[in-house]
């Protein structure tokens, strides 16, 4: 088990800064930081596998956190930066054995994914439908989004029902 | 990675996918998609047979095809795959079926009519 632990836990050197990726197996936490540079978007990636080897988790499910984390975190390097060349989006992952709850904070403008996009069920694949549907996307994947902008961070939290047909106990 | 094989069928343009269509990988398969448009091909069949992941960077591929007026059909059989696209409520407008004989007959449909 030890050795399953230290495995996960490593230091990634990119772009002279450090970013890291932790897991720890024993309380179901994982960590790790990306920059503002798209190049780190592959950090995702290889969180979801670190994760796939951690937690007793269904592909499906890995899936849908693979697809929120993509949609959120691009947007925020596409749009939230704005020539800042500093900046850091930090995750904190946790699972309690049927969600996995999850935490974003950033240094981007404020951006509040919660706020309403176009949510209708019709065929028709008009500009705003297509252009909010990473979004729109997330939002029907998660659970309890709560944004809020608090000292120049945006601060995003949420959680995604692993086992959608089993009761909470 | 993303594994893409292109080959043209009598009836339509056939990419067989695999891998993961991501942020990263998603200009790879527009590419290849923009130049068969640019060479007049109006027909796309998508087999996803192998694909592991799709994220929206994907998806708004096939959206751009069809405003192009192209037809296309997808062949998905990941159920994970298919509930995506099920809850951006585009099963029918991007004829998403489940096996290849399905998504083929769109095209000669298409041509009977």
Redesign the interface.
Known sequence: MAQKYFINLRIILLTNNYFFRMGNPHTNKYQFKLSHD?KD??QI?HAIEDIRKLWDVS??SL??L??VL??LI?NTMFYGFDGNKNGIIEVDLSFDGQHIHVSIHDDALPFDPTAAVDD??????DERK?GG??I??TQ??SEDMQYEYHENKNKLRFKINTQPNVEHK | MLNISKQHIQEFELFELGGRLDVAHANELDALVSDSLADGCRNFLFDFNSLDYISSYGIRIFVKLMRAEAVVSIVVTSDSVYEIFEMGALIEPLNIKRDLIESIKIFTQSNKT
């Open positions: 798209v978007i592959d990636e592909d499906k899936f849908q693979n697809l993509e949609e691009s209708s069920t019709e065929t028709e694949l297509i549907l990473g729109m996307l029907r994947i």
